[in-house]
């Protein structure tokens, strides 16, 4: 179980897991998923991990067959700019590795947005804590679990 997986049962929601054997030669870690998973890759989210005007960290769930629009996801959040947060600060902030960060059980709780796509699916996959591993959940359960907003963020 990781701090992810324990996050979702704790609070009692209703999420499957999906594990795959992942290689560490991927190029995408998002897109290794969504292949090894059978899934539409628009269905399957990657957490990204940014810096605010104020160094305060945000986490930004998008869709793995796009990318986060840094300037969308200032403008959602009020503030002048964004930008990716150093890898050190966000393995030690969240207490994951890069390619198994899940927006859920982190160390510390982090402003979150979501990408408005997700409201678009009854369920979505994000990462449950470790490569190769996949929690598969509404939006809405993501959304409350981690305190966070939609919005247009992704291109």
Do not use: C, W
């Not at 403008?75 to 600060?89: F, S, Y």
């Not at 959304?143 to 963020?153: K, N, R, S, V, Y």
């Amino acid at each position: 179980m990781t701090p992810a997986i324990n996050a979702a049962k704790k609070a009692r929601i209703p999420y499957s897991v999906h594990e795959y054997s992942h290689d560490p030669g991927a190029a995408s870690y998002g897109g290794e998923a969504a292949a090894k998973l059978g899934i539409q890759p628009e269905r399957v989210f990657k957490t990204l991990v940014v810096a605010g005007d104020g160094k305060d960290l945000i986490v930004a769930v998008v869709p793995v067959a796009g990318q986060l629009d840094l300037k969308l996801l200032a403008k959602a959040l009020g503030i002048k700019k964004t930008a990716m947060a150093d890898a050190k600060v966000v393995e030690r902030t969240t207490g994951y590795v890069l390619g198994g960060v899940s927006p859920l059980g982190q160390k510390k709780r982090l402003k979150t947005v979501i990408d408005a796509s997700a409201d678009t699916f009854p369920t979505i996959f994000v990462s449950a804590g470790r490569r190769g591993l996949e929690i598969e959940l509404t939006p809405q359960d993501l959304a409350t679990l981690t305190g966070a907003l939609f919005a247009d963020i992704g291109r």
